[in-house]
């Protein structure tokens, strides 16, 4: 599933930066201004002196109105940790263009704006855990490492919840955490959620969603066939079973977002059949993904 965007298209997210939401950076140094203070390019305030201090950011200007010794304090600038994970199970594979597709770019457009942006990028792919990923890239050219990622199948069974331990585990540093998921995992996606917002990330729940799933375009009896375990049932269909069955699926939707949101995690519902420079240029910054 190769990813086709050009050159022109990630030149138009130049211009953004991925929210932090409150994340403490990391310790290295980068163009993110931290709320903590210390020895980076930025005056922020001075403090009375103490032993021990660098005599080297004494403000000797102030000593010579006040015969006092100040010294200068400044804004710590640090990388903001970006981590971008994307469900390749087969339940992506629905829809045309799939909803992996869909995820795909955005996964592709988030990572670039934060190599974009100095900041550490890491992309995870995941199904019943996690599959495969990057390491923890810096800088433009790192996108074609990203897009070669990304050239994914879907298939296998979800656990998200298996594939956020182990990230969490192998995972030092807290910062955003983008799920581009359909979060369609029969043990819930609640344990792994919890566990990442409990270590401080800001996590966003990018709930990629096809047309079909919630208005099936069916009729009659059918059999229905669960793509991840091959699982097949009869169901005859009246009149309002569709009815009902969209209602089910839109309580679902809110159901998530609702328990989600006790944890402090952004939830988004990305329909396939949206075009994709409305979900980056005007949806992402709109609900505080981008800036």
């Not at 490492?145 to 990304?150: H, N």
């Amino acid at each position: 599933m190769p990813i086709e965007l050009d050159e022109q298209f990630f030149r138009k997210l130049d211009r953004f930066e991925v929210v932090p939401h409150g994340v403490h950076r990391g310790g290295q140094i980068g163009p993110r201004r931290s709320p903590s203070r210390g020895t980076g390019l930025e005056f922020a305030d001075h403090k009375e002196y103490s032993p021990g201090d660098d005599i080297r950011y004494i403000d000797w200007n102030v000593y010579a109105h006040l015969e006092e010794l100040f010294v200068k304090v400044f804004e710590q600038e640090e990388t903001l940790p970006v981590y971008v994970l994307l469900d390749v199970s087969a339940s992506m594979s629905v829809g045309s263009p799939s909803k992996l597709e869909l995820a795909a770019k955005l996964a592709a457009a988030l990572s670039y704006v934060a190599l974009a942006n100095q900041d550490a990028a890491r992309v995870i792919l995941f199904a019943d855990g996690v599959v495969r990923s990057t390491k923890v890239l810096r800088g433009k050219a790192r996108i074609y490492d990203i897009l070669q990622l990304l050239d994914a199948k879907a298939e296998g069974t979800t656990s998200l919840s298996a594939a956020l331990e182990t990230f969490s585990a192998e995972t030092h540093l807290p910062g955003v955490a983008l799920i581009l998921s359909d979060f369609l995992d029969p043990e819930g996606v609640l344990a792994g959620a919890r566990l990442l917002a409990g270590r401080r990330f800001a996590v966003h729940a990018l709930h990629m969603v096809d047309p079909s799933e919630q208005h099936p375009a069916i009729s009659g009896d059918v059999e229905i066939q669960d793509v991840e375990t091959g699982k097949r049932i009869q169901l005859p269909l009246r009149r309002d079973t569709l009815e009902r069955f969209a209602a089910f699926f839109e309580d679902h939707c809110t159901a998530l977002r609702d328990e989600l949101s006790r944890y402090g995690i952004r939830y988004l519902r990305i329909p396939t059949s949206l075009d994709l420079d409305e979900i980056l240029f005007a949806r992402f910054p709109k609900e505080g993904v981008l800036r």
